[in-house]
Nanobody, 122 residues
């Protein structure tokens, strides 16, 4: 499966953004999808994940209550709605997919998009 993330940008503290990740290739509805982010000089970290049919969602503690992951299998797209953004949310956001398990670990995902940059100014 090929993944293409979009929707990043430069925003101010407290603003909202919605990231999208469009997938092509094999049946999108069979994949677990996730968002990870990587800030400059830091390791890639888990943000959110969603099961293939959207019934199970997981979030990093740092984004709970502010970010929402969702998917539209008819459109082969997964979304990350980010509200009340903070400067510490600044990072390149990557979408990822696997066909096995909802995981918080990057190593569990074998398909990755190229990333979209989010910058939150204070």
């Amino acid at each position: 499966v090929q993944l293409q993330a979009s929707g990043g940008g430069l925003v101010q503290t407290g603003d909202s953004l919605r990231l999208s990740c469009a997938a092509s290739g094999r049946a999108f509805g069979s994949y677990i999808m996730a968002w990870f982010r990587q800030a400059p000089g830091k390791e890639r970290e888990f943000v959110a994940a969603i099961s293939s049919q959207g019934t199970t969602k997981r979030y990093a503690d740092s984004v709970k209550g502010r970010f929402t992951i969702s998917r539209d299998n008819a459109k082969n797209t997964v979304y990350l709605q980010m509200n009340n953004l903070k400067p510490e949310d600044t990072a390149v956001y990557h979408c990822a997919a696997n066909d096995r398990i909802v995981s918080l670990t990057p190593a569990a995902y074998n398909y990755w998009g190229q990333g979209t940059e989010v910058t939150v100014s204070s």
